[in-house]
């Protein structure tokens, strides 16, 4: 079962942030939090992924609170192609250990 | 830069055949994943193949079987195919050096069994 709880779907206006939390209050030492989108019917996109601390990338800033019970992924800039179902997903980083997907968030992003 | 690439892109089955679903992983990779997505749920483990060995396994029964071959490139076997194994079948390579091991995905295989 996934180890992670998101909202099933957000709204999010075009030109806005967009911030999709994730709960993942079992988390150990060492599982990292990695985010990854799926725009319909294409494989899973790799967006970023954090152990403790902040994150920003290109894409997206990953947010992890102090006891990293929960994390916050943020688009700053929403726009209509960002819309996508997001997966927020733990795992420790070792060959054999693969990722385990939720239902995930549905974004939609309205112009 | 070759990114993850997958044949065929659909494919239409009969109930009791079988399947080969192919998969090149991208340029310096050399672990594969296999994934399962059912429609409206997320993608769901099979197995990983590292170096040619099988690296482990989701819980899917022995008709689903894979190959790594030298050229890291991968196969996806199922046997006596079934109505439910229709989904989309993903496809991701990554690479075990540095301490980063995020998933690269291919585009799919979309298989119809009837």
């Known amino acids: 079962d996934a180890k992670t709880t998101q909202p099933p779907s957000m709204d999010c206006a075009e030109g806005r942030a967009a911030n999709l939390p994730c709960n993942h209050s079992?988390?150990?030492?060492?599982?990292?939090v990695y985010w990854y989108r799926q725009i319909h019917s294409q494989g899973p996109q790799y967006i970023i992924h954090?152990?403790?601390n902040n994150e920003t990338n290109e894409m997206a800033s990953l947010i992890i609170t102090e006891d990293r019970k929960s994390s916050t992924l943020i688009l700053p800039h929403a726009t209509l192609r960002d819309t996508a179902v997001y997966y927020c997903?733990?795992?420790?980083?070792?060959?054999?250990?693969?990722?385990?997907f939720g239902p995930g968030t549905r974004l939609s992003v309205l112009p | 830069e070759t990114g993850v690439t997958q044949s065929p892109t659909h494919l239409i089955k009969t109930r009791g055949q079988q399947v080969t679903l192919r998969c090149s992983s991208q340029?310096?990779?050399?672990?594969v994943s296999w994934y399962q997505q059912a429609l409206g749920q997320g993608p769901q483990f099979i197995f990983q193949?590292?170096?040619?060995?099988?690296?482990g396994r989701g819980n899917f029964p022995p008709r689903f079987s894979g190959l790594q071959f030298p050229n890291y490139s991968s196969e996806l076997n199922v046997n006596a195919l079934e109505l439910d194994d229709s989904a989309l079948y993903l496809c991701?390579?990554?690479?075990?050096?540095?301490?980063?091991?995020?998933?690269?995905f291919g585009p799919g295989t979309r298989l119809t069994v009837t």
């Open positions: 954090g152990l403790k």
């Open positions: 991701a390579s990554s690479s075990g050096q540095g301490a980063v091991y995020e998933q690269y």
């Open positions: 079992t988390i150990s030492g060492n599982e990292y």
């Open positions: 193949y590292y170096r040619e060995e099988e690296n």
């Open positions: 340029s310096g990779h050399n672990t």
């Open positions: 997903i733990v795992r420790v980083q070792n060959y054999g250990q693969n990722f385990v």
